[in-house]
């Protein structure tokens, strides 16, 4: 019974490893009622393209717990045209809104990208847009900041200026900013989800070759592979 209650859960962490971000656990949510409501296109706060420009906000993780995939709201403001959304964000995981310890970082360039509102504001259009990409970050229980810069457009190239601001929430984070290089603190945080799994239960090493098969199917289950219960299955019936 002991291993087959292993071998289930093994198996249910590589269902939630291969899912999208709407099915896998929340391990934080900053998103509100006021997500995807306020545009405030001008406000240099919350821009994360160009240069010189990151949003940083703080979020706590309460388990030792594993970032699978990361969503947040932004908002793009063009002049004529329809953006398709993002193309890349720069992305890092702190231990400080202006650096500090460096968990993780990256560029992320495969975003799903869903329209969640427009608006319009003097000469230009605004497009409100969730953002996801996925990420692999084990993090231990404590508080950290999640960094955003440099986002591009998919079609910038039709566009004769563009601008994209993190969507603003008001959310339980602390939200900072850097303007021009300089670091500040914003009034209101922003609009970002973090998803994943706590880590999978180890499994303890054994010589008796039904033991030696249930981690021969768990190895293969993590990797979207089903040949592992091939290689293991004459162990089985020599049990």
């Not at 093994?10 to 391990?27: R, V």
């Not at 994360?48 to 420009?53: D, K, P």
């Not at 310890?101 to 969730?130: C, F, I, R």
Request: charged residues 10%; contains cysteine.
């Amino acid at each position: 019974m002991k291993r087959l209650v292993i071998l289930a859960s093994l198996f249910a962490l590589a269902g939630a490893s291969a899912s999208n971000a709407t099915t896998l656990p929340i391990l934080y949510d900053n998103s509100t009622a006021s997500s995807y409501t306020n545009p405030d296109a001008g406000n240099a706060n919350y821009q994360i393209s160009g240069n010189g420009y990151w949003v940083a906000d703080s979020f706590t993780i309460s388990g030792n717990d594993i970032i699978q995939s990361i969503s947040f709201g932004n908002w793009i403001s063009t002049y004529g045209g329809t953006p398709s959304g993002l193309s890349s964000i720069n992305w890092a995981i702190t231990s400080s809104p202006d650096g500090g310890t460096s968990y993780a970082s990256g560029q992320a360039s495969s975003l799903q990208n869903s329209l969640m509102s427009t608006s319009a504001e003097a000469n230009n259009n605004l497009w409100g847009y969730d953002s996801t990409f996925n990420v692999t970050v084990s993090l231990q229980p404590g508080t950290y900041y999640l960094d955003l810069s440099n986002a591009t457009l998919i079609n910038a190239g039709d566009f004769s200026s563009t601008l994209v601001n993190w969507d603003i929430s008001n959310g339980p984070s602390l939200a900072y900013h850097s303007y021009n290089y300089s670091y500040h603190s914003n009034g209101s945080s922003n609009t970002f989800t973090l998803y994943g799994v706590d880590p999978p239960p180890s499994v303890p090493e054994s010589s008796n070759p039904l033991d030696l098969c249930l981690a021969a199917l768990a190895i293969a289950a993590a990797t979207l592979f089903k040949s592992g219960w091939h290689l293991c299955r004459g162990s089985l019936r020599s049990v």
